[in-house]
């Protein structure tokens, strides 16, 4: 069996934040990634990397930030039934 990884460039952005806000850079980047999941900009795994969390762990955090696991993308659908 043959595995292919598709690369993907990724873009850095630095960004300022008040000290006054209590999150910490890995809460940052999981509302983040739960924003970016939900508005269907990245797959599951996208945000698994981009948080550094596996996608299950990233899943198992996405209903404590307030974001639903349920992608509307037929993409992900199709993935999800071709990893199935």
């Not at 043959?2 to 008040?18: H, R």
């Not at 996608?55 to 198992?60: C, D, G, H, L, S």
């Not at 307030?66 to 199935?84: K, P, Q, V, Y």
Request: with cysteine.
């Amino acid at each position: 069996m043959v595995t292919l990884i598709k690369l993907v460039k990724m873009k850095t952005i630095q960004l300022e934040i008040p000290n006054t806000i209590d999150l910490s850079e890995t809460e940052i980047k999981l509302m983040l990634a739960g924003e970016l999941y939900e508005r269907g900009k990245l797959s599951l795994g996208q945000c698994a990397s981009l948080t550094g969390l596996t996608k299950r762990a990233f899943v198992e955090l996405m209903g404590k930030y307030g974001f639903s696991i349920f992608s509307t993308s037929h993409e992900d659908l199709r993935n999800d039934l071709e990893n199935a």
